[in-house]
């Protein structure tokens, strides 16, 4: 079985300053990693993934991660943020088999003017 | 192209009761997925479904269920409705591995 754990469950962050959400995994076997970001009253929309390749991902928004096997991390960066990235993110994790997707258990994001 | 659309969107319904959500993938997507949004459990998965099949189940009572059309339309089904079951469902869709895509939801609330 996977399971994700996100550190932070809030972060508060002045406006153009930069921001790290921490993802860690576990998983016996290998993993696709994903970063989705929710706003207030919808649904999940996809920043970025890791799928193969290159280990560090670039997404939507200016939003990167990158990816550390040995350290089983998938943490997601912003160099500067914006009150519009005021959200709850969450990290999941899926196997090659089953397409399921297990998820942390997010980390709000509260950007400050 | 159009997105995954999940109706309705908002739902109140009485313990006891019956609820059956929809969801219509993006088009050629024929994974569809359920996902249970709760404040205490997160996100937590439901069921997927594969070209009418179901290809994989979460740790849901028996009162949860689905299925698939063949035109990759999905639905789940509630059954004998719970206060606990009070949650925002979501359905996803996707290409094989290519990651999901969600809807916006249906918000149940159980009274």
């Known amino acids: 079985a996977q399971s994700v754990t996100q550190l932070d469950s809030q972060v508060p962050v002045f406006e153009e300053a930069p921001v790290e959400l921490r993802c860690n995994y576990s998983?016996?076997?290998?993993?696709?990693l994903f970063w989705y970001v929710q706003y207030p009253n919808q649904g999940l929309q996809l920043l970025l993934k890791?799928?193969?390749?290159?280990?560090l991902v670039k997404g939507i928004n200016g939003f990167e991660a990158e990816f550390n096997k040995s350290q089983t991390s998938f943490h997601l960066r912003k160099p500067s943020v914006h009150i519009s990235d005021t959200a709850e993110y969450f990290c999941?994790?899926?196997?090659?088999?089953?397409?399921?997707?297990?998820f942390g258990g997010g980390t709000r994001v509260l950007v400050k003017p | 192209k159009a997105g995954v659309t999940q109706t309705p969107r908002y739902l109140i319904k009485t313990r006891g009761q019956q609820v059956t959500l929809s969801c219509s993938p993006i088009?050629?997507?024929?994974?569809v997925s359920w996902y249970q949004q709760t404040p205490g459990q997160g996100l937590q998965f439901l069921f997927e479904?594969?070209?009418?099949?179901?290809?994989n189940k979460g740790n849901f009572p028996g009162r949860f269920s689905g299925r698939q059309f063949s035109n990759s339309r999905s639905e789940m089904n509630v059954s004998t409705l719970e206060l606990g079951d009070s949650a925002l469902y979501l359905c996803?869709?996707?290409?094989?591995?290519?990651?999901?895509?969600f809807g916006s939801g249906t918000r149940l609330t159980v009274v």
């Open positions: 998983s016996s076997v290998s993993v696709y």
């Open positions: 996803a869709s996707s290409l094989e591995r290519m990651g999901y895509t």
């Open positions: 890791y799928l193969s390749g290159s280990t």
């Open positions: 088009s050629g997507h024929r994974s």
């Open positions: 999941a994790v899926s196997v090659t088999a089953g397409n399921k997707l297990t």
């Open positions: 479904y594969f070209s009418e099949t179901q290809r």
